[in-house]
């Protein structure tokens, strides 16, 4: 191979790399780069290309050691210092992914990318002032650009301005109608406002405009365990009212029938309501969570935290406490103490049951 093919060469190569990036081929564009570093290690653009594309399959550590090569063989270079603080916010070093974007910056002022990196990594950093900043002066330099509509809606998002979020990422898919982080993010402003039904409906929009995408899917039954685990909380705080109902001050019995008659209603509509907010793909998708063992599992787990403190309680006062029925004091006492067990329970359940969630 002549002096002047093997330049052209890699230039082939480092562009067929690229395009693999541009669609997603992670995997692949890293092998092909793995073997134009092993015959070119001085290479800049090639250690920046073979950093991003592990941060798009997800190798952290491996994408910061290749940005820290690029930056070693071109530190006048802005990209990998993005590059970079991208793959330490990955890995919780917010603190050192400022320190590169504010490199990125210094060497990039009029690039929009490098404040919209800022931005980001001054999120994870827990640094408002800083971050507002980045992505206005990012919206200064872009406003047309996406990315930069979308980074300022995660950083309003993080100051607790909703409203604003929102702008910020309908701004952004008016742009692009398919931008699928947007799309994620209105999701997220919607389980803050607990608009479980509707958070499920961009989850499932965003995960089909990027199907590669696992987060999406994840943040998609992430919503709809919640609209689960509520109503199965529900349910059981009205089983176990029913336990516990005839003991309460003497209750008679035939006076609890019609009580639990209205409970059980407004829980069944409770549940209608939730379920019926769901797009038709929430609704099909939840079917699918009701037939997989975990969340059966999860299902009698909160029902049992809840209801089996009622039912001992129960026992106690027929068996043990005989004389306590006819008070309010002792079935009080025991609630209160039913209660204190049955939340906490109840909340590592459900914490455990979503960390299981891929």
């Known amino acids: 191979m002549s002096a002047g093919t093997a330049p052209s060469a890699t230039a082939a190569g480092l562009g067929r790399a690229a395009a693999m990036i541009e669609v997603g081929r992670f995997d692949e564009a890293a092998r092909l780069l793995s073997r134009i570093v092993a015959s070119e290690p001085d290479g800049a653009r090639a250690w920046s290309l073979m950093s991003r594309a592990h941060l798009g399959?997800?190798?952290?550590?491996?994408?910061?050691?290749?940005?820290?090569?690029?930056?070693?063989?071109?530190?006048?270079?802005?990209?990998?210092?993005?590059?970079?603080?991208?793959?330490l916010v990955s890995l919780g070093r917010s603190q050192e992914a400022v320190a590169a974007a504010l490199q990125a910056c210094g060497l990039a002022?009029?690039?929009w990318r490098s404040h919209v990196c800022l931005a980001q990594a001054a999120t994870a950093a827990g640094q408002p002032q800083r971050a507002a900043r980045a992505a206005a002066t990012a919206l200064s330099l872009a406003p047309d650009e996406p990315d930069v509509q979308f980074t300022a809606g995660k950083v309003a998002l993080a100051?607790?301005?909703?409203?604003?979020?929102?702008?910020?990422?309908?701004?952004?898919?008016?742009?692009?109608p398919?931008?699928?982080?947007?799309?994620?993010?209105?999701?997220r402003i919607s389980l803050r406002e607990q608009d479980i039904g509707g958070a499920a409906g961009f989850f499932l929009r965003a995960a089909r405009a990027a199907p590669g995408v696992a987060i999406?899917?994840?943040?998609?039954?992430?919503?709809l365990a919640k609209v689960l685990t509520n109503i199965t909380v529900l349910a059981s705080v009205v089983i176990a009212a029913g336990i516990m109902l005839p003991f309460l001050g003497g209750v008679p019995l035939v006076a609890c029938i019609p009580v639990m008659t209205?409970?059980?209603?407004?829980?069944?509509g409770y549940a209608v309501r939730q379920i019926a907010r769901l797009p038709p793909a929430g609704?099909?998708?939840?079917?699918?969570?009701?037939?997989?063992?975990?969340?059966?599992?999860?299902?009698?787990?909160?029902?049992?935290?809840?209801?089996?403190?009622?039912?001992?309680?129960?026992?106690?006062?027929?068996l043990v406490l005989p004389g306590a029925q006819g008070s309010a004091t002792w079935p009080a006492l025991i609630a209160i103490t039913g209660i204190a067990i049955a939340r906490p329970l109840v909340t590592s359940i459900i914490r455990i049951s979503r960390r299981t969630i891929r």
């Open 178 to 187: 398919e931008h699928s982080a947007a799309i994620n993010e209105l999701g």
């Open 283 to 318: 609704r099909r998708h939840l079917a699918r969570m009701l037939r997989r063992r975990h969340w059966l599992a999860t299902i009698a787990a909160i029902a049992g935290a809840i209801d089996g403190p009622a039912a001992v309680a129960a026992a106690l006062l027929r």
């Open 109 to 111: 002022p009029a690039v």
């Open 159 to 176: 100051a607790g301005d909703l409203a604003r979020a929102r702008g910020h990422q309908q701004a952004a898919l008016a742009i692009d």
């Open 216 to 223: 999406f899917g994840r943040n998609t039954e992430i919503a």
């Open 262 to 268: 209205v409970l059980i209603t407004l829980t069944c």
């Open 57 to 87: 399959a997800g190798r952290w550590a491996e994408a910061l050691a290749a940005a820290h090569r690029a930056i070693a063989i071109n530190p006048a270079d802005h990209w990998p210092f993005r590059l970079a603080s991208t793959a």
